[in-house]
Nanobody
Framework: QVQLVESGGGLVQAGGSLRLSCAAS????????MAWFRQAPGKERGFVAA????????YYADSVKGRFTISRDNAKMTVYLQMNSLKPEDTAVYYC??????????????????WGQGTQVTVSS
């Protein structure tokens, strides 16, 4: 069982920035691929960004490219999502996810094994 705890969500004005953190358990964190998903009211949970085991490969949804950056610090067992130039449409609950593998195998939520409880991000206009 892998446990994930997200933090850093909050209320921000459009154009502002926010950094989310996800602290993971497990001695094999350094071998896990990690990702961020989000779910807005009335919508399905969708892919935001992912990163492989050593941070050498990153992936982004088209809607966040150039604005969001995913990174990880294996020593701290933490993955981050830096969100800049936030838009009202970014409002959602953001979830951290992990799969038991080194590489990102897919962006569907069904490709990921464990999930955090989520953190709310609200962007006002």
């Amino acid at each position: 069982q892998v446990q994930l705890v997200e933090s850093g969500g909050g209320l921000v004005q459009a154009g502002g920035s926010l950094r989310l953190s996800c602290a993971a358990s497990g001695r094999t964190f350094s071998t896990y691929a990690m990702a961020w998903f989000r779910q807005a009211p009335g919508k399905e949970r969708g892919f935001v960004a992912a990163i492989n085991w050593n941070g050498g490969r990153t992936y982004y949804a088209d809607s966040v490219k150039g604005r969001f950056t995913i990174s990880r610090d294996n020593a701290k067992m933490t993955v981050y999502l830096q969100m800049n130039s936030l838009k009202p449409e970014d409002t959602a609950v953001y979830y951290c996810a992990v799969r038991k593998g080194r590489e990102v195998s897919g962006t569907s939520r069904y490709n990921w094994d464990y999930w955090g409880q989520g953190t709310q991000v609200t962007v006002s206009s």
